[in-house]
């Protein structure tokens, strides 16, 4: 893997956290509104989890495979 590749995927996964993060407080604010949109909270947990699965895969193509 080349250094400038590895820097993408990095920088992708920064990206990608902040985006997480920022939902997280997005889907808390929502949560805690008497009159809530069930259908959009719904939808901005499942976006949040595809980040996070997301996150995992471009994370465990930074770990190098270890032989067994």
Known sequence: MTMTHR???QRRIIELEVEH???DAVIDMLSQETRH???QLRR???RKLQLKDHIVLL???LTPD???
Do not use: F, G, T, V
């Open 66 to 68: 270890i032989p067994a």
């Open 44 to 46: 901005l947990k499942k």
């Open 7 to 9: 820097e993408d995927i």
């Open 21 to 23: 993060r920022d939902l």
């Open 59 to 61: 994370k465990m193509q």
């Open 37 to 39: 949109e069930e259908l």
